[in-house]
């Protein structure tokens, strides 16, 4: 049996019709950058997801590069972040001459560790971009009381977690500010580049909307150096499209992640743990495997197909070598890094791919 890793054409066949009809409406009404299409899409995911204001934005990185703006982050400034993690989630802060500061992660969630934060902090520090990494949130209540002891803007990169929820809240509106990425193989994925920008914050919201188009609040009128992270209307139109059906994408995530939990029975496989302060919407199933490598081997040649996310912690990438990082200082993202290996998930998977799944594992 094939079992693909990710497979995005039985979810775009699905909602073809629909999704070709609302692009020729936006054609015909040349809606192409900003305008009702975007704006429609920003009420709905308010709406749906608990929002106060959503801003579209052109990719997942633009709002990231927005909030470091936002939060004041600078030259001189010490922001820390995770080091497991896509590298977009650092962009932002050495987009604006800050310093990104590498911290561990936790061994069972591999969410960035509240207590690493606490030991990183010095007077340099401005801020932290916390990932909600494979649609599992951070601990957040912890790391929100060390901002605010210390006075620290905080970012939530919720990239891959739209529409998690973290004791209740939705995740974005915990910290400072929150970012989403809707590129086309996210739980929301958009026909192109997307993303969002939210805020529990009105100044900061206003803001970002100002650093959207220009730094300019009017025509010709530029109060800042700002950027161009408008949405475009073929991209607000898809998500539109595509939204009312997340609640549902998202239930058969969490069915999958939970046959792989129940079935899954190796004394050798570390199996993701979830907070039971955090809900995941499950953008990823990884697990942590000593011969990760080999581990691959057999389930390709079973059919199955899998991925590495990520096989290089961030803190040891050639851009940030002059940080001077050394092989051994993060100790857990670097374990994770080298044994980690993600199993297909997405909403089309059938059942009996599921077990194919569970069963090439379990007899490996």
């Given at each position: 049996m094939k079992v693909p890793f990710l497979d995005l054409k039985p979810q775009h066949q699905a909602l073809r019709t629909e999704i070709l009809a609302a692009l020729a409406a936006t054609y015909d009404a040349t809606r192409f950058c900003l305008g009702k299409d975007v704006d429609d899409f920003e009420k709905s995911f308010s709406t749906l997801l608990g929002y106060?204001?959503?801003?579209?934005?052109?990719?997942?990185?633009?709002?990231?590069h927005a909030a470091s703006v936002c939060g004041g982050f600078g030259p001189g400034d010490e922001i820390i972040t995770t080091p497991f993690t896509f590298a977009s989630s650092c962009w932002g802060i050495s987009y604006v001459g800050a310093t990104p500061v590498f911290v561990d992660i936790e061994p069972d969630t591999w969410c960035i560790s509240p207590a690493a934060i606490a030991r990183a902090i010095t007077p340099r520090t401005k801020g932290i971009v916390v990932v909600h990494i494979f649609g599992q949130p951070a601990r957040m209540d912890e790391i929100m009381a060390l901002a605010r002891q210390h006075k620290l803007f905080v970012v939530e990169d919720c990239a891959q977690a739209v529409g998690a929820q973290y004791r209740g809240q939705p995740v974005g509106l915990i910290g400072d500010c929150g970012t989403f990425s809707f590129y086309p193989t996210k739980n929301l994925g958009a026909c192109g580049e997307g993303g969002a920008f939210v805020s529990r914050h009105a100044a900061v919201m206003d803001h970002a909307q100002l650093l959207r188009v220009h730094g300019s609040p009017k025509r010709y009128t530029h109060t800042e150096v700002g950027f161009n992270f408008r949405m475009d209307g073929f991209q607000g139109a898809v998500l539109n499209a595509k939204l009312p059906h997340l609640a549902a994408w998202t239930a058969r995530r969490r069915t999958i992640a939970g046959k792989y939990l129940a079935g899954i029975r190796r004394p050798d496989v570390q199996l993701p743990v979830i907070s039971a302060d955090g809900e995941s919407v499950w953008h990823q199933f990884t697990l942590l495997h000593p011969s990760r490598d080999a581990l691959r081997v057999h389930l390709d040649k079973a059919g199955v197909g899998t991925e590495i996310i990520y096989p290089g912690p961030m803190h040891r990438q050639p851009c940030y070598a002059s940080l001077g990082y050394q092989p051994g200082s993060l100790?857990?993202?670097?374990?994770?890094?080298?044994?980690?290996?993600?199993?297909?998930?997405?909403?089309?998977?059938?059942?009996?791919q599921v077990d194919h799944v569970i069963q090439s594992i379990n007899s490996f």
């Open positions: 106060p204001r959503t801003l579209g934005m052109n990719s997942g990185t633009s709002p990231l100790p857990v993202a670097e374990s994770a890094s080298a044994r980690c290996v993600s199993l297909p998930l997405f909403p089309e998977l059938t059942d009996a």
